[in-house]
């Protein structure tokens, strides 16, 4: 009977051992799936009849595009800027306009640094990771190694930039002097971070500020840069772009 019951146990074990073996299985399967459907869901497009200029529909913005210069972190001019131009989708340079009447009306103006992203300039950001010869400009990552950026996610591989509804930007007055935000763009430090405890009470009034008309006009922000906002009901959410800025 002892041994009968032995082998009986083992048989549930190793049934029991099966059937998890099958369940693991499965569920990477699915997650496998998963992945591939999400893959195929988004596309490449180089369709640009869904864009403006920025300077079509607000005609005081300032721009500094930094992506058309060597001024940015890698220390070089990025692929696919072959003009200091500023696109967004229609829809979100709509909502850009009314966050643009409200902070007029507070005495501000907008400073463009970036909006709509080529996948080029993306997958250029990542071979300058990938390059182990090139440091670029360290004063933008000084608490970081190169490597950091990537796996910290600080650069995605896929940008909301390049679906066309996110722009990078900040506040200047109307004569065109500086809003002290407590950091600059493109900074891949904590200090970047919106809510950074650190602040002086004028930073975080003025990021307030930048915050609450850009959040009002149907934007989102994310927690790593007080500069982002992508539009919440954005056009293309799973289409990358990849004509070139000109």
Do not use: C
């Not at 600059?184 to 904590?190: A, C, G, H």
């Amino acid at each position: 009977m002892n041994i009968f019951l032995f082998f009986y146990n083992k048989k549930n074990v190793q049934n029991q051992f099966a059937k998890g073996f099958i369940s693991k299985v499965f569920i990477i399967i699915l997650v496998l799936f998963s992945f591939v459907q999400i893959t195929q869901a988004s596309q490449i497009s180089y369709d640009k009849s869904g864009f403006a200029p920025i300077y079509t529909v607000i005609d005081d913005a300032a721009y500094d595009i930094r992506y058309y210069s060597p001024y940015n972190f890698t220390g070089n001019k990025i692929k696919g800027y072959k003009a200091p131009i500023a696109y967004m989708t229609k829809e979100s340079l709509q909502a850009l306009s009314i966050a643009a009447d409200d902070l007029r009306k507070q005495g501000y103006r907008l400073l463009i640094w970036d909006s709509y992203r080529p996948q080029k300039a993306v997958d250029n950001f990542v071979e300058w990771i990938n390059n182990p010869n090139d440091e670029g400009d360290k004063s933008f990552y000084p608490d970081l190694k190169k490597s950091d950026l990537l796996a910290g996610q600080y650069i995605m591989a896929k940008s909301g930039h390049t679906r066309g509804s996110t722009v990078d930007l900040t506040l200047i007055k109307k004569d065109g002097s500086f809003v002290n935000m407590g950091g600059t763009f493109d900074l891949f430090s904590e200090i970047s971070h919106p809510d950074y405890k650190k602040l002086t009470k004028e930073q975080k009034k003025n990021r307030k500020i930048l915050h609450d008309a850009m959040i009002k006009a149907g934007f989102k922000g994310i927690d790593s840069e007080w500069w982002h906002f992508t539009l919440e009901n954005e056009p293309y959410p799973d289409t990358y772009f990849n004509f070139d800025v000109e």
